[in-house]
């Protein structure tokens, strides 16, 4: 798996990290939201530049300009429901794309750590010979984007697969490495120190889910 890892390199993603990090600032929902969409943007023109396209001509009003664009059609497909913020911003800069949504959750069937992952509602486009790009703000265990890639596999086989996270634990990054192909990207904006007991990662930013739209049941 090829690893791209953007916060090495100083730039206005680590000021907007910092931003959904601090506990000063990130109770504001909307403010939340809108960096995560921003790091989304980010994440977008940076995965461009490893692209494919192709050369073109543009008809413009005085002439004809030769240029290029991608050539392999894109499919965004997010993890509902802490995807959906981070979707729109690679959205906002692959206004072409197709889309596609699925659930994936932790399931703890005895109420104490351990827990196992349910895939449920899905709605995806058709993902044969695309580029496929994964959508997760957080890579915690890695189980949720295993299970997702997993089902997504059941629908076709895609020619591109690009997973992006804003944040990873190493202990996830093993387990995509472990569990799917060689060929994958995966695209992280920042790397954090481990997992706690609880599966958590640290130092984290807490439940990006719930800081985005609300606390859940």
């Given at each position: 798996?090829?690893?791209h ?35 989304g ?28 664009e ?30 596609g ?19 449920e ?5 058709d993902?044969?010979n ?16 295993v ?45 954090d ?19 985005a ?5």
């Amino acid at each position: 798996m090829q690893i791209h890892h953007l916060s090495k390199d100083n730039s206005v993603l680590n000021h907007f990290l910092g931003q959904i990090r601090n506990v000063d600032v990130q109770n504001d929902s909307m403010r939340f939201r809108r960096n995560i969409e921003r790091i989304g943007e980010i994440m977008a023109y940076e995965m461009s530049k490893t692209l494919k396209y192709k050369e073109v001509e543009i008809k413009t009003p005085l002439g004809i300009k030769k240029t290029t664009e991608i050539a392999t059609p894109l499919v965004l497909c997010s993890i509902l429901r802490a995807g959906l913020q981070l979707h729109l911003g690679f959205l906002n800069y692959f206004d072409d794309a197709h889309n596609g949504f699925i659930s994936a959750y932790r399931h703890h069937p005895n109420n104490d750590d351990y827990f196992d992952i349910l895939v449920e509602y899905q709605a995806i486009a058709d993902i044969n010979n695309k580029c496929v790009l994964l959508i997760d703000p957080m890579l915690a265990t890695g189980q949720s984007i295993v299970a997702v890639f997993n089902k997504l596999m059941e629908r076709g086989l895609p020619k591109e697969i690009h997973i992006a996270v804003v944040i990873a634990a190493p202990e996830g990054i093993a387990h995509l490495e472990k569990h799917l192909p060689d060929h994958c990207h995966l695209w992280i904006a920042d790397l954090d120190e481990k997992l706690d007991e609880h599966s958590y990662i640290v130092p984290g930013l807490g439940d990006a889910g719930d800081l985005a739209y609300g606390n859940k049941l």
